[in-house]
Protein backbone atom coordinates (compact mmCIF):
# COMPACT_ATOMS: atom_id res chain seq x y z
CA UNK A 1 0.00 0.00 0.00
CA UNK A 2 1.08 3.54 -0.61
CA UNK A 3 0.96 6.36 1.49
CA UNK A 4 -1.24 9.05 0.31
CA UNK A 5 -0.44 12.01 2.81
CA UNK A 6 -4.08 13.87 4.22
CA UNK A 7 -4.31 18.11 3.60
CA UNK A 8 -8.11 18.48 4.71
CA UNK A 9 -6.80 19.06 8.02
CA UNK A 10 -3.97 21.48 7.57
CA UNK A 11 -6.95 23.40 5.53
CA UNK A 12 -8.91 23.74 7.97
CA UNK A 13 -6.09 24.55 10.77
CA UNK A 14 -4.98 27.62 8.19
CA UNK A 15 -9.47 28.75 8.41
CA UNK A 16 -9.32 28.34 12.09
CA UNK A 17 -6.26 30.70 12.49
CA UNK A 18 -7.67 33.07 9.82
CA UNK A 19 -11.10 32.78 11.99
CA UNK A 20 -8.95 33.32 15.35
CA UNK A 21 -6.97 36.00 14.48
CA UNK A 22 -9.82 38.05 12.93
CA UNK A 23 -11.66 37.38 15.95
CA UNK A 24 -8.96 39.21 17.73
CA UNK A 25 -8.63 42.25 16.05
CA UNK A 26 -12.56 42.56 16.47
CA UNK A 27 -12.43 42.15 20.08
CA UNK A 28 -8.99 44.68 20.26
CA UNK A 29 -11.44 47.31 18.05
CA UNK A 30 -14.21 46.87 20.04
CA UNK A 31 -11.95 47.20 23.46
CA UNK A 32 -10.83 50.04 21.69
CA UNK A 33 -13.31 51.94 20.00
CA UNK A 34 -16.33 51.08 22.15
CA UNK A 35 -16.67 53.05 24.61
CA UNK A 36 -16.56 56.09 21.75
CA UNK A 37 -19.16 54.68 19.93
CA UNK A 38 -21.38 53.88 22.67
CA UNK A 39 -21.04 57.93 23.67
CA UNK A 40 -21.14 58.39 20.25
CA UNK A 41 -24.78 56.84 20.15
CA UNK A 42 -25.66 58.12 23.02
CA UNK A 43 -25.27 61.80 22.49
CA UNK A 44 -27.39 61.45 19.33
CA UNK A 45 -30.10 59.91 21.31
CA UNK A 46 -29.84 62.59 23.54
CA UNK A 47 -30.18 65.26 20.93
CA UNK A 48 -33.25 63.75 19.20
Not at 8 to 28: D, F
Not at 31 to 37: E, K, L, R, Y
Amino acid sequence: MLYIPREEGQGLVEYALILAMVALVVIVMVTIFGPAVGNLFSNIVRHM
